[in-house]
């Protein structure tokens, strides 16, 4: 049973083109992410959500935004994709629990862009 | 700065064991974590450490040491199936988890 689910697996897009990938989960886990992955890379951590509270990371370029309407839901825009944002992008989960401690992260199975 | 070392790219023979390092820089523990990624695919949870010693789950155990800023993944009975990138990520005090690039393991007939 899926409980990380990203679509498409696979999507191709124009330089230029705004492109949306999706995620959702099945966990009810209150923390989700969206990490941006490159051959032979380790995931780099492009921003998350705890609850509806979006934390961006320094170094995410404005080009990428991110939505989360519910629990279940997260998006990654991405509004004028590059040659360089090419790449693996995962989607996980977490759950944060009472005391503050966060358990393991969960990903779904990734969305590989390419971008022509 | 913060890092995670492990080394790119081990090989090792069907049946055999072998043992992945990693050693860490970070502001902060909260716990270590292994996840293996098949090509193409996503990481998938092996195992977590956040008290020196060694957890063992099967032909995977994991080892951890803090005051040296270490751990192994030892790898038993290797299989085939077992050809994979290995990644260990650390948990810090902000609770930001840092990602090591990965090892990549070939299993040689």
């Known amino acids: 049973d899926a409980m990380v689910i990203q679509n498409p697996r696979y999507q191709v897009t124009q330089f230029g083109k705004p492109v949306t990938l999706s995620c959702s989960q099945t966990?009810?886990?209150?923390?989700m992410y969206w990490y941006q992955q490159k051959s032979s890379q380790a995931p780099k951590l492009l921003f998350h959500y705890y609850d509806k509270d979006f934390n961006n990371e320094a170094d995410t370029p404005d080009n990428f935004q991110s939505r989360r309407p519910n629990t279940s839901f997260c998006f990654l825009d991405i509004r004028s994709p590059g040659l360089g944002d090419a790449a693996m992008y995962l989607c996980?989960?977490?759950?944060?629990?009472?005391?503050?401690?966060?358990?393991?992260?969960?990903f779904g199975p990734g969305t590989r862009l390419l971008v022509l | 700065g913060q890092n995670i070392d492990q080394p790119t790219e081990m090989t090792a023979t069907e049946g055999a064991i072998v043992q992945i390092n990693c050693t860490y820089q970070t502001s902060g523990f909260n716990g270590l974590f292994w996840y293996q990624q098949h090509a193409g695919e996503a990481p998938t949870f092996l195992s977590y450490?956040?008290l020196d010693g060694l957890e063992e789950k099967g032909r995977f155990s994991s080892f951890l040491s803090r005051s040296k800023g270490y751990s192994y993944l030892l790898l038993k009975e290797l299989q085939m199936k077992d050809s994979a990138s290995y990644l260990c990520a650390v948990r810090n005090s902000n609770y930001q988890l840092i990602w090591g690039a990965g090892t990549k393991l070939i299993i040689k007939p």
């Open positions: 450490n956040v």
């Open positions: 966990l009810n886990h209150n923390v």
């Open positions: 996980a989960t977490s759950r944060v629990v009472a005391g503050g401690g966060e358990e393991t992260q969960y």
